[in-house]
């Protein structure tokens, strides 16, 4: 009962929506792209996703008004250095008190957002009204969503003047059932959908045929300016990257290295990059049982990336999954050949197998220990494949990637106003 009671009222919303779109269409002047605001989970944190955006909004600046709107502020700082020029605002500001409604309505679940969303114990019935509220509140522009939840609400909330992108940052595959059926409902109303990798977007491409986006297109990430130099590929260190979590595989790097400290105990491996408390804990106790305790490091985040690979001389990727590898171009950046598992989907679109980096086709653990070995045994192999690997990332400069976006907003500024769109669907 209560279930139909929410479904009625959300298509007696929707259906308002509708006759309040209709009313905006009819009086809206032609859309533009002069303003460019990015939608971010929170701005202040660490992680690729923060890193490519704000590379992206630093591109973007040149020519237009970019603002980075934050839907959560947990951190009183920048993690990473925030670009000139660039406006960033919050709608839920955790690092300040809030008022008794406001706290009411955050500790309240989200209605807009699928519980199979990544990001969806940070999200809360606060977020959806905050965020439905700023949508509602342009009135022309360009809004880009960086995640599934964002793109979703866009999808439904954003008013027919206001230009809509949607990013995938991760892969389709990885995304629940639940979700994936709200994405193939709801994608179709965007203006722009963009894939970091082919494969992701042939698989988007597979589920969308019937309600496409207005444009479906492959942009992948751009390196951004890194500090370091060069690596001399001299030291005997071993670098991964990536958050301490289950689909970065750290485990498996772990293991690998058994074999590798086995052959070489020379040589070490630092691993950069923080989880919680409880993840750190159980992979620093894989690490000790191991043996390895002086021959594995957990070092932490740290903003210097670019100097940190300017130190390594082989990085290994053991993912289970990757939406792109922004860490491997980084590496290929500083001249620091690859060794990754052959996962979905980016490695295999960025490292071209013996010529700047070595995929590893099997899944085990082994395998990718015997990929580094290689390398550590063979210096000719591993200089030649970090001087080609310095040419591999020259195709994802900022200037190249952001050429792409260029044209792409300028594809969409000749679109007309949007219709209103019956087929809306049904919020979570």
Known sequence: MLARARQAFARAALGLLELVNGRRARRAPARGTGTVRILLLHAYGMGGTIRTVLNLAAY??????????????????????????????????????RGRIAEFLSRRPSRLVPEEEKAYL?????????????????????????????????????????????????????????LQAQIKRRYGRLDAFTTLTEADLKQYAKM???HPPKRLLRV???????????????????????????????D??????????????????RIYGGGTPEREEKLQTRIDKAGLSDKVFLMGSTPEIGAELAKSSIYAVSSRYEGFGMTILEAMSKGVPVVSFDCPHGPREIITHEHDGLLV???????????????????????????????????????????????LLADLDESEPRSPDCSLGTPA
Do not use: C
């Not at 709107?69 to 009183?76: G, I, M, Y």
């Not at 439905?132 to 939840?149: D, E, K, M, Q, Y």
């Not at 063979?378 to 990637?401: F, H, S």
């Open 60 to 97: 973007l600046s040149r020519e237009r008004e970019v603002e980075i709107v934050s839907l959560v502020r947990t951190a009183e700082e920048p993690f990473f250095e925030l670009p000139p020029g660039v406006k960033v605002s919050f709608l839920d500001d955790r690092t300040v008190p």
């Open 122 to 178: 940070s999200m809360s019935l606060l977020t959806d009204l905050r965020l439905v509220r700023f949508l509602r509140s342009l009135r022309g522009g360009v809004v880009i969503g960086t995640r599934p939840g964002f793109n979703l609400i866009m999808s439904l909330f954003a008013p027919p003047e206001v230009l809509t992108i949607g990013q995938e940052h991760v892969t389709l595959e990885s995304h629940g059932p639940g």
């Open 208 to 210: 969308l045929r019937s």
């Open 220 to 250: 992948p990430n751009a390196i951004p300016d890194l500090g370091g130099d060069i690596s001399s590929l001299d030291e005997k260190v071993v670098t991964g990257i990536g958050r301490i979590v289950w689909a970065k595989g750290f």
């Open 252 to 269: 498996r790097l772990v293991n690998a290295w058994k074999t590798v400290a086995e052959a070489h105990p020379d040589w070490v491996l």
């Open 361 to 407: 086709r099997s899944k085990k653990a082994a395998a990718l220990g015997e990929g580094i070995r290689r390398l550590i045994e063979d210096e000719e192999l591993r200089r030649t494949l970090g001087a080609n690997a310095v040419g591999t990332a020259a195709n994802y400069d900022l200037d190249v990637i952001g050429a792409q976006w260029t044209a």
